[in-house]
């Protein structure tokens, strides 16, 4: 067939369902396009297409006849010949092997429809078109034949295709084998486009040249196994929606090349886990809803950047292993970029029942800004804290701000700017950590008049020089100042309130600052033994008078204070003595 194409466009026009065969046929030098199909499927055995003014073959749909599927066989295409797909596709069927061409006037795959795709076929999208999929999509690319989605004018040369978009609910799966995109993200950001289905996966397929994401899931949860980000924008980006909850996709030998990173973006508003890969936060990403539990796997990644936060109103589950740490960094550097702020953490459902946080075999550096801590912990509920690193903040390691308890087991605060660890009416207990290099020592114990002073238990924890336990506010609330296995530090006079009584456990030192003191208002019971005395002494190396004011005693009649077994010494400044009694 040849030089034609008047009236209907085409050299040969099908339609009506008649069956139809081509072999061995020539299609060339038409008008407009080689062969129009309206809803018929013929066998196209080995025909060839070439110097047609518009499509090789051109695909229509109707609603009475469903789609066209030609099958295609050792057919040739010459040049820019292509398969057109124009209109929605109304009925399931499978794509055999061809070059394909998806443009403006390419319309959906309907609901309920399933469109199947062979290896080795080929979608040229054109610049800025999109392809909406409603239904299913089978994709069955092989290694020998993969299919690909790529760019009319050149992948990362030309304009960019928009995306190939799955919309759809309950119902709607669709999978990928051996796949390639590349060249899109015009329109909607992302070469693939993942909205609401049930069941998405993709097998051995390759994300590339993306001006903006490779991937993206708007409360969508695929699987992706031994896929492939590179020279995107970013690698894929996770929405949430209060009404369809958030998007966790399975990652698993999934390769990120570069600079390739999950985007967490909004809230999230469901629960579900993060898979193993590298992710970013960023001015973009929102806060875990108070209902939503969040698990983190092993392995995993957080690069957070310059001066962001991710707040956590539900419950962190941040258990790596020893092989496999969960870390979170600095985008721009640990320790010589501008830091970020930190991972907070409320524990509260919304009902007011309080949750339990887990993070073992976590590290967390580089951060510290806005909330001077790498991870703050607020609320009543207990959190665990096990075999973990803080390392390089700009202020503290950890804060637990107005907590009931918890536990802090071989963790590792290290090089901090302030202090290792910030207890603010909180007591959970602090057993074989390690204490090293923090710029204002171990551990601040601060209280409240409203939820009461910090009394925390400690076992078996190494400290550095210089790594001591402050008593850094006055103490709101009776309680006990057991032995840290290292000194207590008041750096400024601090005082025990009035009907408030704290008992110091036996063998502890207090060391003070220059000319600070302790006032007691209420009662001090510093009972220590004749093996096992309590120290009060300067934190001076050579010890002298006057280098710290004293302990001064000025409750009522009903406050009564026992000091049995105490060392008090180079005191006496401000009061001319080392105990006042008032």
């Not at 009475?64 to 040739?76: K, L, Q």
């Not at 061809?98 to 795959?109: D, H, L």
């Not at 790529?150 to 990928?176: C, Y």
């Not at 289905?197 to 490779?214: E, K, Q, R």
Request: hydrophobic content about 35%.
């Amino acid at each position: 067939f040849e030089g034609g194409g008047h009236w209907y466009n085409t050299l040969l026009e099908s339609y009506g369902g008649a069956p139809l065969t081509l072999d061995h046929c020539i299609f060339q030098n038409s008008r407009v396009h080689g062969l129009r199909l309206r809803g018929v499927s013929p066998d196209v055995l080995h025909c060839t297409f070439r110097e047609n003014s518009g499509d090789a073959v051109r695909l229509e749909s109707t609603s009475e006849g469903g789609a066209s599927y030609p099958r295609f066989e050792n057919s040739v295409f010459e040049g820019t010949s292509r398969v057109h797909i124009t209109g929605d596709v109304h009925s399931s069927g499978t794509l055999t092997a061809a070059p394909y061409y998806i443009s403006g006037s390419t319309g959906e795959v309907l609901i309920d429809v399933e469109m199947n795709i062979a290896s080795g076929s080929t979608f040229t999208i054109a610049d800025w078109a999109s392809w909406t999929i409603r239904g299913n999509l089978i994709v069955a690319g092989t290694s020998a034949s993969p299919v690909q989605f790529t760019s009319e004018s050149g992948a990362g040369l030309g304009n960019p295709w928009g995306a190939v978009r799955l919309l759809g609910g309950s119902g709607r799966s669709s999978q990928f084998d051996h796949c390639r995109f590349e060249g899109g993200g015009h329109w909607y950001e992302t070469l693939v486009d993942l909205d609401q289905p049930s069941d998405v996966t993709f097998n051995d397929c390759a994300f590339l040249l993306s001006t903006a994401y490779g991937l993206r899931l708007r409360s969508a949860s695929p699987s992706l196994t031994r896929c492939r980000f590179a020279d995107n924008g970013n690698a894929i980006r996770l929405d949430s929606s209060l009404d369809n909850g958030a998007s966790f996709p399975i990652i698993r030998a999934t390769v990120f090349e570069g600079d390739e990173r999950i985007h967490l973006r909004g809230d999230v508003h469901s629960s579900g886990t993060l898979s193993e890969a590298p992710y970013l936060f960023d001015s973009g990403t929102g806060v875990v809803s108070a209902m939503a539990e969040v698990t983190v796997e092993p392995g995993t990644t957080f690069n957070i950047a310059d001066f962001y936060s991710w707040t956590v109103h539900g419950n962190l589950l941040a258990q790596g292993t020893a092989e496999k740490p969960i870390l979170f960094t600095s985008l721009s550097g640990a320790t010589d970029g501008n830091p970020w702020g930190a991972i907070r953490i409320t524990n509260n459902d919304g009902n007011g029942e309080q949750r339990l946080s887990h993070l073992d075999y976590c590290v967390f550096e580089g951060g510290g800004h806005w909330y001077a801590t790498l991870l703050q912990v607020f609320g009543k509920a207990p959190a665990s804290v096990k075999r973990s690193i803080f390392r390089h903040s700009r202020a503290d390691g950890v804060r637990f701000d107005e907590r009931s308890g918890g536990q802090i087991s071989q963790t590792t605060f290290a090089n901090n700017g302030g202090h290792g660890l910030w207890l603010k009416s909180s007591s959970p207990s602090i057993e074989g950590c390690t204490f090293q290099g923090n710029g204002q020592g171990a551990i601040a114990l601060l209280s409240t008049p409203e939820s009461g002073a910090s009394f925390p238990v400690y076992a078996g924890n190494v400290y550095g020089d210089n790594d001591r336990i402050e008593i850094a506010s006055a103490i709101h609330s009776s309680g006990s100042l057991r032995n840290p296995g290292n000194a207590y530090f008041i750096r400024t006079t601090q005082e025990i309130l009035a009907s408030t009584h704290v008992q110091i456990e036996t063998g502890t030192t207090v060391e003070f600052g220059d000319f600070a003191g302790l006032v007691v208002r209420g009662s001090l019971a510093a009972q220590g033994s004749s093996a096992s005395p309590i120290t009060f002494t300067s934190d001076d190396v050579v010890k002298g008078p006057g280098q710290w004011a004293g302990l001064i005693f000025t409750g009522d009649r009903t406050e009564t204070s026992h000091l049995q077994h105490c060392q008090v010494e180079g005191g006496g400044h401000w009061y001319g003595a080392l105990v006042e009694v008032s």
